[in-house]
């Protein structure tokens, strides 16, 4: 992650210096498996601070059993202890993802382009700590089908507005094509 951030900023200064319109995507691969990270991201979390869930009488008994057929059984043999560093080297993953994010928008920032540049960032799935003693993605939990959506827009009116209602990853093509002013094909 910190090579495609750094990949990324030499391509948002060439970009400045040239003065065109451009369209940069930049994927980090963390937080996924395996949940790696400089030391000093897994210092911001000490396992001894990290609560676990509290699983619900249905969570134990695994009612209603579709909804819990991602569960592996490894995952259901972990101690607590295990359980946390599993959610301390998660955290630290974000945070080192999250930092290299920064990165490039400080870049993005410091070339002055964040004046006219949209910024979206998302993700491809949710994600389990061991709510409903589910690891991972691959349930249908509210917390393994949302992903954070954030768009900001260079002179944006509205600043830290959470949408109401149900919004899908399909209308992003098709939002980033008007705020652009290009026409989006009808499929």
């Known amino acids: 992650d910190g090579i495609s951030a750094r990949l990324a900023v030499q391509q948002l200064e060439r970009f400045a210096g040239e003065r065109r319109r ?52 490894e995952q259901n043999a972990m101690t607590d202890t295990q359980r946390r560093e599993a959610i301390q080297a998660y955290r630290a993953s974000v945070s080192f993802m ?37 690891w991972q993605k691959r349930s249908l939990f509210e917390r393994g089908t949302r992903v954070p959506l954030i768009i900001a827009l260079p002179g944006g009116a509205a600043r830290d507005v959470v949408a109401p209602g149900v919004v899908e990853l399909l209308d992003l093509y098709p939002t980033l094509a008007d705020l652009c002013r290009l026409k989006a094909p009808d499929y």
């Open 98 to 134: 999250d930092a290299q994010a920064g990165f490039v928008l400080d870049a993005l920032h410091r070339l002055g382009l964040d004046r006219n540049t949209i910024v979206v960032f998302t993700s491809d799935h949710g994600y389990h700590l061991a709510d409903h003693g589910l």
């Open 22 to 73: 451009f369209f940069l995507a930049v994927g980090f691969f963390r937080p996924h498996t395996p949940y790696v990270a400089p030391q000093k991201y897994f210092e911001l979390y000490p396992t001894n601070q990290i609560e676990l869930p509290i699983l619900s009488e249905q969570d134990r008994r695994r009612t209603p059993a579709p909804a819990y057929a991602s569960a592996k059984k």
